[in-house]
């Protein structure tokens, strides 16, 4: 079994999703987007839809804005809307490195709060 992952470049994606095997006995793609990026509504939402090939969007909840170069709030229903999953990629994209959990995740919780990691505290 191979494991690993590519980038390729928005041009490919066509190519890409029509390589895969139809017959239910091929391997899985799985596209993942980072960062919340306003192109990934303008440029790459419109090549997935046309192919109707759903994707993974990692957004970065700190970086949503309505004006700029990213995704404002609202533009993750579109996302959804097309079958896409919204990936959590921190509040403003800080490195933490591997934690261990201080305390039981308790129903409903809806954050996780990391007070340091290896990069000290912030």
């Known amino acids: 079994m191979k494991t690993g ?11 890409s999703i029509q390589a895969l095997p139809t017959d239910g006995d091929g391997g899985k793609c799985v596209f993942i987007y980072d ?14 839809r046309e192919l109707d090939a759903p994707g993974c969007l990692a957004a970065v909840s700190g970086y949503l804005s309505p004006t700029g ?7 993750l229903q579109e996302f959804l809307d097309a079958d896409w999953e919204i990936l959590s990629h921190m509040h403003y994209h800080r490195p933490v490195g591997q934690r261990a959990l201080t305390e039981d995740v308790e129903e409903g919780d809806t954050e996780l ?5 290896f990069h000290g505290r912030f």
Do not use: F, Q
């Open 5 to 15: 992952a590519a980038v390729i470049g928005l041009s490919t994606i066509p190519t």
């Open 35 to 48: 960062d919340s990026h306003k192109k990934d509504l303008t440029k790459t939402l419109p090549v997935h």
């Open 69 to 75: 170069d990213y995704l404002a709030e609202e533009d």
């Open 113 to 117: 709060e990391v007070v340091s990691t």
